[in-house]
């Protein structure tokens, strides 16, 4: 599984699961990913545009890329801003309210 990047965030994007293979692929540790929020590794080019699709995700609209394949830039913790392929995934409670987004990433 550390070929895949996976990146568990809360709704408020607040970064609560980094695994081993986002630190292979993105760089920094899980100590310095978790508790952070997702500008961590969201490139500042591509800032307005996540915040709006995340935010429209969190407040039930459905995000028009869960679920399906996608290039993803991705800043790195050396700074350069590298492609991922992923998928985004919205995840819900038990009364179908989202809480959280996970991403699942490998080297594109």
């Known amino acids: 599984m550390n070929q895949h990047a996976i990146v568990i965030a809360d709704q408020h994007g607040i970064i609560q699961l980094w695994n081993g293979g986002a ?19 969201v490139p500042p080019e591509f800032r307005q545009q996540h ?21 993803l830039p991705v800043r790195c913790r050396t700074g350069k801003t590298r492609t991922l392929r992923g998928q985004l995934h919205v995840l819900r409670s038990e009364a179908n309210g989202p809480i959280g987004a996970m991403a699942i990433f490998t080297a594109a």
């Open 51 to 71: 915040w709006q699709g995340f935010g429209n995700a969190m407040s039930g609209d459905q995000a028009k890329s869960a679920g399906t394949f996608f290039d």
């Open 23 to 41: 630190e292979d692929l993105i760089g920094y540790s899980r100590d310095e990913a978790v508790g952070q929020k997702l500008d961590l590794v």
